[in-house]
């Protein structure tokens, strides 16, 4: 790691205040669990590291109005055992209890979750988030992607999105609350999420004086499902997961939300499968078909030809685990 | 520190910035913290030179003088010398240096020293020694869940913060449980038997 | 005349039997010191900058702002200008600084400009089929290769005679060679050789093709009743040792060093670091009490546990830590070689492996890879074996647990498994048909194979291959079986008895953690007739008498014949000393429980510690040897053959493979401690599981850098990847009688092979290359010839 500052500030605002305006300049730092990583192998190297831990009470799970609202420091083994979010968002808390292990579920913050950097393995090694050789084409493409995207990978970005949680609350419709020098703003999670086009952009719409203070999610009558593929049976990046939330009419499904990660620079929303979905009852077969509607545009980039039907799979267990049938 | 340095509209002090900005490698004094006026008030801003570190290990306070950059395992090891937790992958993957954070399992790689002041740090040198082991460390040695060794003392950090949480664990809550720790010799099948052993003792 | 045969089951209390490992209580409390947790006062921290490039020449390396900096204490460029770098990861510059972050700060102020070469560094892909033979001049390396390969002797001298040398071996050069053990007819034909030009700019990754032929394999495949074909490998893989490879090196006298280092060689470093530190061997103290894993690849000093040491001197003497980062580790810190090969083999109508024919590649790195013992075990009446090593700048080889053995036992059980399911045959009736070619421990392989199969339910649950199944979880059942040495090693030992009862073993050993001190102990403890508690063992120290490296499974051997032959002579001499006392004659006499008494009798003996006060005023020390000609019998044995199942189950629409239950039977000959030996194979296994499933270094083939040099996405197996082991020794008299064998290799051998045959035997085809990962298995999966066989499958 190179040097930097360290400040502990005891408000939002002073902890805005302590941001710099370029991402170089500083970071914030919850858990850490990312970002000491990121600046161990020198991908990232702030000037100063803003320590969020003490910034407010950011650490409550409650129901507030129509939401449940859970502050981004909470870490994810508070909430994964929050009988709360058990009890009314159990995709949720399956998606909590599939990651990583216990040593970083007891740091790791939900907001720091959210603002994970990609495992892309050439991001990793301080190549890039859009790795070029020295005649400007994509290493992604050259090289080895047999963990890159599969979908929305018409470059210049490959990589995929890491958080295996924001695909869940993205189905849930989960909305993110950001604290900036302008005050504080919500968006929704979906749309939080965005392709950067260059090395300077990040992979979601956040300043970099600004931070996620609370994730909240709509109480909402939808029964939802989660599956995961990941080849060692814990602690181990899913080659492909997918979120599901289905508003209900008797067995007939009225509306459906899709959410793949592990697929997309972005958690991928499957429009296609939730309309192929619609007025069916969820089985074996019409989950197929969904999963077939949602890879239907997918591609192979040499490598990743696999992960199209690893994220079928995905897609069918996560629905059939929503309507009841569990899947192993 | 005069006030144009002060009033930055970031509420950051400019010529602050412009240190950082130009900042060189070099061996840091150790100086008190900078103190910048954010939103109004004042914040400490330590590093990037040494800052007095106060860490409570073990139930004793121990102080040093670290830069922010180090790790609390790096704290522990190479200022403390408790050398028990291990550095292996040093990117909270293996769980060689899993110490207890307030009672908690966590990756002491994966946390800065400075950042860790306040909490309750356990190391695996306290939870028992020759002649006096805690049951899980007994269980270990009674299963032979261990070989080169190099992964034991990770492993039975978590292992004993797991068999407290989980006095009658099922085989799926060890899986799931115990996955935060890698070993290289292949001792699995000891450490599962291990935490059957402690966790049977314990209920 | 003492009998230094081991003692009878009767007369043991405890060889045999299971008994916790010693260092247990250090290792469980954190209290264990390894080379990684030496800290000493004026520690100095030590930091390599290493090239990111595979293949490169240094340009220029600009240290002037590094070693400016306050803090820094030594640094030493170790590949300035000119040099040309083989892999990623290889060191450039190295340094030592007062702590981490400075050495870490001074290491990125260092400046290095490469002039990058072309790489190669994918292995996978089949060498073309016409590879000529080199024609270039013969090199060293290549004369050394061709010994590696076993390139029969005729061949290497008239390559040597037609290709000639590009210099002119000296005199002093082929004494060395003879020194080597190189036959006299290669060294006349070295001294022999024309000097020819080497051609330029003919630089093709593919080298020396061997091509070995016995019996008459063209006439066997002509008349075969089926021919199996078949691609089958497994890629480069890293050691990954949990402690990374270094020492701490400190000259406490200008003249005098000491090295901790992380070692399976104790005794062996001095003389690696003597020659090139310039210094005589009996003035470096080598010292090593524990290690984080070896796996192969700790033997010698390394450039890092030499440049700690240059280091020091650089600093005054000042202790300098060294340790690889885990990146640096699993660049450059050792590599399995890979292992690929196209196989035919030939059956009769019976069901009889008539012919083999392989056309294998390997790389090991820069010098290629050799090719491995194929076929494995079986001895198939004709043979024929080509063999290409591929040159790549994926960084140096180093032997990996059984080296070559994984390897050649994937190819060949796999390949005969195939043959079986061509049969039509149940591959466990199939070898055991064939089980006659496995030579003299036919009977052992069957009867492993029955028990085996006992345990794994083999009857129950095996299906053919093509048979129909529902659902998307398929269940299979593989098997494999294995060979290995394990003849104990060199080893001294000295025992001491002191008049006050007190007794200490000294012994230049290591423990890498298969309980060799526990061994030791065990052993000294039924020899002598005293509680393991009362003997002070020390090891780990260069100081000590010499005892082999710990490699090929040749240290338990080794250290338990040493340490009975000390132990019986010391005892005999003791009793010698006390017999008087007792009114009786030496030969008369024996300790049981610790008392001295006249054979047979309950009463009127002699505590071990009164025993020891008729000793006089000056200990007895005696020293055991291994080999010792002169105290036989041989006390350790060679050669052993395992057996080992797989049931695993693999989910047809994620290409995800799970194991359900490994059992590997295993003969060793006298098991010392069942418990460690037990350890031993279940290590295996779970490793054998990790190589089978997960574990490969994946390299760039645009830049040449490993892309997973990390703990991440080069996975190892977690605790609830493994399923169920069972593990079953041979036991008896039988296997006692032949002494101690090493266990450290052959059970890690089987598993690649048995878990491939499983996953082939669920899902109707070969996923022709370890590791066994969904894209392999999917892509297998798709083969037009795979739907055919698994219908009801796929998505």
């Known amino acids: 790691m190179r040097p930097f500052e360290y400040a502990t500030p005891r408000s939002r605002e002073q902890a805005v205040g302590l941001l710099g305006r370029n991402w170089n300049e500083s970071a914030v730092l919850a858990g850490g669990t990312d970002l000491l990583a990121l600046m161990k192998d020198d991908v990232v190297a702030p000037k100063r590291l803003v320590n969020i831990k003490q910034m407010g009470n950011y650490r409550d799970v409650k129901v507030e109005g129509n939401d449940l609202r859970i502050g981004a420091l909470v870490t994810m083994g508070d909430l994964a055992e929050n009988p709360e979010v058990a009890k009314r968002f159990p995709a949720l808390h399956e998606a909590l209890w599939e990651a990583a292990s216990p040593q970083i579920r007891n740091v790791a913050t939900i907001g720091g979750n959210l603002c994970q950097r990609p495992r892309c393995w050439y991001f990793r090694n301080g190549m890039g988030l859009m790795p070029k050789d020295a005649g400007g084409q994509s290493l992604v493409l050259k090289g080895d992607n047999r963990y890159h995207a599969v979908l929305g990978n018409d470059g210049p970005a490959y990589f995929v999105s890491p958080s295996t949680v924001s695909p869940v609350l993205i189905a849930y419709g989960a909305r993110v609350r950001i604290f900036g020098a302008g005050g504080p703003r919500e968006v929704a999670l979906e749309k939080f999420y965005r392709v950067p086009q260059s090395e300077n952009e990040r992979e979601f719409d956040l300043q970099p004086n600004e931070v996620v203070t609370d994730v909240l999610v709509p109480l909402a009558d939808v029964r939802a499902g989660y599956y995961e593929v990941r080849q060692k049976e814990a602690f181990d990046w899913p080659m492909a997961s997918c979120a599901v939330a289905l508003r209900m009419n008797g067995n007939t499904v009225q509306e459906a939300r899709i959410v793949l990660g592990q697929v997309a620079p972005v958690p991928w929303i499957a429009t296609e499968a939730a309309q192929a979905l619609a007025g069916k009852s969820v089985d074996e077969q019409s989950a197929m078909a969904a999963a077939n509607a949602a890879l239907a545009a997918a591609k192979s980039l040499g490598h990743n030809k696999y992960k199209i039907t690893v994220a079928k799979a995905a897609v069918k267990r996560a629905l059939l685990n929503a309507a009841g049938h569990k899947q192993a | 520190m005069s006030d144009e340095d002060r009033k930055h509209p970031d509420g950051m002090s400019r010529r602050d910035f412009m240190k950082l900005g130009g900042l060189t490698v070099a061996v840091p004094m150790v100086v008190g913290p900078t103190v910048v006026q954010v939103a109004g008030e004042d914040v400490q801003v330590f590093g990037p030179g040494k800052a007095p570190v106060t860490l409570m290990v073990n139930g004793k306070k121990l102080t040093a003088e670290l830069e922010p950059r180090v790790t609390l395992l790096d704290a522990l090891r190479d200022h403390f010398d408790l050398t028990g937790a291990k550095r292996v992958c040093d990117r909270g993957t293996c769980g060689a240096c899993t110490v207890l954070l307030d009672g908690k399992p966590v990756y002491a790689c994966s946390m800065l020293a400075i950042d860790a002041q306040g909490r309750q740090i356990t190391t695996v040198e306290a939870l028992g020694e020759p002649g006096k082991l805690h049951p899980v460390q007994q269980a270990f040695i009674d299963n032979d869940a261990q070989q080169c060794g190099f992964c034991t003392p990770g492993f039975v950090v978590a292992t004993a913060a797991f068999v407290s949480k989980h006095p009658n664990p099922t085989d799926d809550q060890i899986r799931r449980g115990l996955s935060g720790n890698l070993c290289r010799c292949g001792t699995y099948a000891g450490v599962r038997a291990a935490v059957k052993q402690a966790a049977g003792k314990r209920a | 005349m003492s009998q230094y045969s081991w003692p009878e089951e009767s007369q043991r209390k405890y060889i045999g039997k299971s008994v916790s490992r010693v260092d247990g209580p250090v290792k469980v409390t954190g209290r264990a010191k390894y080379t990684q947790d030496f800290n000493k006062k004026g520690l100095l921290y030590g930091k390599l900058v290493t090239c990111p490039h595979a293949h490169a020449r240094v340009v220029s390396v600009d240290v002037s702002a590094a070693e400016k900096m306050p803090g820094v204490k030594a640094l030493k460029v170790v590949q300035g200008p000119g040099k040309e770098i083989h892999w990623a990861g290889d060191e450039v510059v190295a340094l030592a600084a007062v702590s981490e972050q400075v050495a870490e700060d001074a290491a990125r102020a260092i400046a290095i400009q490469y002039e990058v070469l072309p790489h190669v560094v994918v292995d996978e892909t089949e060498p073309p089929k016409d590879i000529k033979v080199a024609s270039g001049p013969v090199t060293a390396e290549d004369i050394e290769d061709m010994f590696g390969n076993q390139v029969p002797l005729e061949e290497i001298a008239k390559a040597l005679a037609e290709r000639g040398v590009s210099t002119k071996f000296t005199e002093s050069q082929l004494k060395e060679y003879k020194g080597y053990g190189v036959p006299d007819s290669i060294i006349s034909a070295m001294r022999d050789a024309p000097v020819r030009e080497a051609a330029a700019g003919s630089k093709s990754p593919y080298k020396r093709t061997a091509t070995q032929q016995e019996g008459d394999p063209d006439a066997a495949f002509q008349q075969a009743a089926t021919v199996s074909e078949g691609l089958y490998g497994m890629p480069l893989i890293a050691h990954c040792c949990l402690e990374s490879h270094g020492a701490v090196s400190e000259w406490t006298d200008p003249g005098n060093l000491l090295v901790r280092i992380s070692t399976q ?523 055919a066989t698994t219908a009801g499958g796929a998505l």
């Open chain 3, 265 to 787: 060689n104790v005794s062996g470093i001095a003389a690696q670091m003597a020659e090139p530190l310039k210094v005589p061997a009996s003035s470096i103290r080598v010292e090593q009490q524990h290690i984080g894993g070896g796996f192969g690849s700790k033997f010698g000093p390394d450039s890092w546990g030499i440049l700690s040491a240059e280091l020091s001197k650089l600093a005054g003497g000042a202790p300098v830590k060294l340790m690889l980062d885990r990146r640096t580790e699993q660049q450059a810190a050792g590599a399995r070689p890979s292992a690929y090969a196209r196989v035919r083999i030939a059956c009769d109508r019976q069901g009889n492996v008539t012919a083999w024919d392989s056309s294998s590649w390997a790389t090991g790195g820069p010098t290629g890879g050799g090719m491995p013992p194929l076929p494995y075990v079986f001895k198939v009446p004709a043979q024929r074996k080509v063999h290409t090593a591929v040159l790549t700048n994926t960084g140096p080889a180093r032997a990996w647990r059984a080296p070559n053995h994984p390897q050649a036992c994937l190819i060949t059980m796999a390949a005969l498994d195939d043959a079986a399911a061509k049969l039509g045959m149940d591959p466990l009736e199939f070898f055991q048909k064939n089980i006659q070619l496995t030579g003299p421990r036919a009977k052992l392989y069957a009867e492993e194979l029955n028990i085996a199969a006992e345990l794994i339910g083999w009857k129950q649950n095996w299906h053919p291959r093509t048979r129909l199944t529902q659902g998307h979880i398929k269940r299979g059942l593989g098997l494999s079986l294995h060979t290995w040495g394990g003849r104990g090693h060199e080893s001294h030992c000295d025992l001491t008895i002191h008049p006050d009862g007190a007794v200490d073993i000294k012994m230049g050993t290591q423990d890498l953690g298969t309980g060799t001190r526990t061994a030791v102990l065990m052993v000294a403890a039924d020899s002598l007739g005293i509680p393991m508690q009362q003997i002070n063992l020390y090891i780990g120290d260069s100081r000590y008498p010499m005892s082999g490296g710990s490699g090929g499974s040749t240290t338990i051997g080794g250290v338990s014949a040493s340490t009975r032959r000390a132990a019986v002579d010391a005892r005999d001499q003791l009793l010698a000393k006390v017999a008087p006392a007792l009114k009786s004659e030496p030969a008369n006499l024996e300790i049981v429980d610790g008392v001295v008494r006249v054979k047979g009798s309950t009463a009127g003996g002699l505590s071990w510690k009164q025993a020891c006060a008729k000793i006089g005023a000056m200990p007895i020390t005696v020293r055991g040897n291994n080999p010792d000609k002169t105290k036989l019998p041989d006390l350790t044995n060679s050669g052993v053959g395992g057996v080992q199942m797989a049931d695993v189950s693999v989910d047809t629409e994620t290409g995800i493979v799970k194991i359900n239950k490994m059992v590997a039977v295993q003969d060793v000959g006298l098991v010392i401690n069942e418990k460690t030996a037990a350890s031993q194979v279940y290590g295996a296994l779970i490793m054998g599981i990790t190589y089978s499933l997960f574990e490969e270094k994946v390299m760039d083939p645009v830049t040449g850098r490993m892309l997973n040099p990390n703990m991440e996405f080069y996975r190892l197996a977690g605790l609830a990847d493994t399923g169920e082991l069972v593990v079953r020794f041979m036991r008896g008299p039988e296997q006692d009688k032949r002494g101690v064998i090493g266990l450290g290799e052959p059970p890690v051998v089987s598993p690649g092979a048995a878990i491939s045959n499983a996953v082939a035997n669920a899902i109707g085809v070969r996923v022709p290359s370890l590791p066994l990962t969904p894209d392999r298995v999917l892509a297998a999966l798709d083969q037009p010839t795979a739907n």
